[in-house]
């Protein structure tokens, strides 16, 4: 293998750290038992603690599918989706990987939530790609995609 194709794998590599890191994160803050958490359901706090889980969710998802679509530099419908998908798929398992967590458990609400946080950052990444992208193009050119 020349040196030019070993460099190319590592700067594909390079790229899926924020994805790897941000899905590392995921997975700590999954790992922690629900002793740990005070989740008090009770009154106003209970509500507000309902509204960050919510929040957290839809954050963390847009932020890892942000960082697939850096990683696999997603340009096309295609792997647009392939990003929405993986970070999915994780949320999927992220929640599956729950039901072994003490006092913790999986729940549909959040794997939706999770779907919608991946496919609104893959929208998100598309957006700026086609700001960037048309910003980039000569004068002439704008408007052609």
């Not at 794998?9 to 997975?27: C, E, M, N, Y």
């Given at each position: 293998?020349?040196?030019?194709?070993?460099?190319?794998?590592?700067?594909?590599?390079?790229?899926?750290?924020?994805?790897?890191?941000?899905?590392?994160?995921?997975?700590?803050?999954?790992?922690?038992?629900?002793?740990?958490?005070?989740?008090?359901?009770g009154g106003k706090l209970g509500t507000t603690l309902v509204r960050l889980d919510v929040a957290y969710h839809l954050?963390?998802?847009?932020?890892?599918?942000?960082?697939?679509?850096?990683?696999?530099?997603?340009?096309?419908?295609?792997?647009?989706?392939?990003?929405?998908?993986?970070?999915?798929?994780?949320?999927?398992?992220d929640e599956f990987h729950q039901l072994f967590i003490r006092g913790r458990d999986a729940q549909i609400i959040d794997m939706f939530i999770n779907c919608l946080g991946a496919t609104l950052g893959s929208g998100i990444w598309k957006g700026f790609y086609y700001m960037i992208r048309s910003a980039n193009q000569p004068a002439g050119k704008k408007g052609r995609h």
């Open positions: 293998m020349s040196m030019s194709k070993v460099r190319a794998k590592l700067r594909v590599g390079g790229r899926l750290l924020p994805a790897l890191f941000t899905a590392s994160i995921i997975f700590a803050i999954s790992h922690i038992p629900s002793e740990q958490i005070d989740l008090s359901s954050i963390i998802f847009l932020i890892l599918s942000i960082s697939i679509c850096f990683g696999i530099r997603a340009r096309s419908t295609r792997t647009l989706l392939l990003s929405a998908l993986i970070a999915t798929a994780y949320g999927v398992s």
